[in-house]
């Protein structure tokens, strides 16, 4: 890692900001709360910024009280702000349009750019830093890759076929899926699977077109290792050779990579019909209108989005850039694997943000339930996919109703409730 200090330090001293030594910016963020990030933040992120920033993250009870206090006020000390989409999404009114900033020179996901619009015509936030979801195969897969399939650019007809290859092809079905008690399957048909072939995550909940999905994940799961149905994370059934091909959340793939850099690859979720899905988590940098010095704010803000900057980020927090930042040769094999497959997804033609529920409360577990019990009825009881999802759509029509939550990306936005047609 040492290389990689001396690379950032060099590259964070040449993009300092010319600011008046007295414009030290408050940064108040959600993000890099432990100790050891914030430090990381303060030390090897921020350092380089002329005229100081004062970073402070705080829980989100805190971070809410003040943040809504200056911004009822129409004045304060806050000059930038970082939280996650849904946050920043509350206070859309409040953010100064970031459309004019300066960022020649670096390409940012045109899907994160325009959820930044917060469905205004005005860039109210810019899309800072990201986690995701995405697929690893082990090598040995490739050669089972259906003809003509680009796996960068794969459809989730493809998938099947590749799972349907290998489980003939080996004598034992490869594909592996995170179906245990603590798996993120939820976030899957959430974030992938429902908004690939509907274009929906809530209101075609039960359409036809969230069927044919069903009906697509039913074929696939024949080719699916039995065991997925106790898998949490899918690095160790990757490791151990009992999966080839497998789709989880970069953080429980990432030991694979670590531990035998030279067997595995990493790719982008499949498309359907819709597009490509995909559930980033995403978090966003705003100004305040009332921010005290807009200039150093904007400068900041600038600064942020600097691709060294980005590479900083992603080694104090473990977020990845939401640009396309090269990343530095002496990064862990995990950073260096899953990056580019991240950047490949989200910067995709097709890419179809799904964003994480928003506006549920303590609710989130009811609805996660929704979709892990539609998974259960359908895949692993056997029962009819028409009759399952009338049913469940009657549930999640409750939930949705209970918590008075308004719609989110991709579903069109509504006024009240999000409504289950």
């Known amino acids: 890692m040492k290389n990689t200090t001396k690379w950032l330090t060099g590259a964070a001293l040449s993009l300092t900001l010319a600011v008046p030594a007295n414009a030290q910016v408050l940064f108040w963020s959600t993000q890099a709360a432990p100790i050891e990030e914030t430090q990381r933040m303060r030390d090897n992120v921020l350092a380089g910024f002329e ?12 971070f809410i009280t003040r943040l809504e206090a200056e911004l009822e006020a129409g004045s304060g000390q806050i000059g930038l702000v970082g939280a996650l989409h849904g946050d920043l999404s509350t206070y859309a009114d409040s953010w100064a349009d970031l459309s004019g900033l300066d960022l020649t020179g670096i390409t940012v996901s045109d899907a994160f750019l325009e959820l930044g619009k917060l469905g205004t015509s005005e860039q109210k936030y810019l899309p800072w830093m990201q986690a995701n979801y995405v697929m690893a195969a082990n090598k040995q897969a490739l050669e089972y890759l259906p003809e003509g399939a680009d796996i960068n650019a794969l459809t989730y007809d493809q998938l099947v076929d590749w799972a349907q290859a290998m489980a003939e092809g080996t004598g034992s079905p490869k594909f592996g899926f995170p179906a245990g008690p603590q798996g993120l399957k939820h976030r899957f048909f959430q974030g992938f699977l429902l908004p690939s072939y509907a274009g929906s995550t809530v209101t075609k909940f039960a359409s036809a077109e969230a069927e044919a999905g069903w ?60 597009g490509r899905g995909f559930m980033p988590v995403l978090a966003g940098i705003a100004i305040p209108k009332g921010a005290p010095d807009m200039d150093a704010s904007m400068r900041l803000a600038q ?72 998974f259960e009825r359908i895949i692993l009881g056997g029962q009819p996919i028409r009759a399952v999802l009338d049913e469940q759509a009657g549930t999640l029509r409750s939930l949705m109703e209970q918590a008075n939550a308004p719609c989110w990306l991709p579903d069109a936005a509504s006024e009240g409730p999000c409504p289950v047609d």
């Open 51 to 62: 005229g100081g920033v004062d970073f402070q993250p705080q829980e989100v009870g805190p």
């Open 303 to 374: 600064f942020m989005m600097q691709p060294e900057t980005q590479v900083a980020t992603l080694l104090a927090t473990n977020f990845y850039p939401t640009t396309d930042a090269a990343l530095p040769t002496d990064l862990p094999a995990s950073a260096q694997a899953l990056g580019p497959a991240i950047t490949a997804m989200t910067s995709a033609p097709d890419a179809l943000p799904a964003l994480l529920p928003v506006g549920l409360g303590d609710l989130g577990g009811q609805f996660n339930q929704v979709y892990t019990d539609t």
């Open 215 to 274: 009906t697509m994940f039913q074929e696939l799961w024949q080719y699916t290792n039995p065991a997925s149905t106790n898998y949490a994370f899918m690095q160790e059934p990757l490791l151990t050779g009992d999966v080839w091909v497998a789709f989880d959340h970069i953080a429980r793939l990432a030991d694979a990579f670590n531990q035998q850099p030279d067997n595995f690859v990493a790719f982008p979720a499949p498309a359907g019909p819709m």
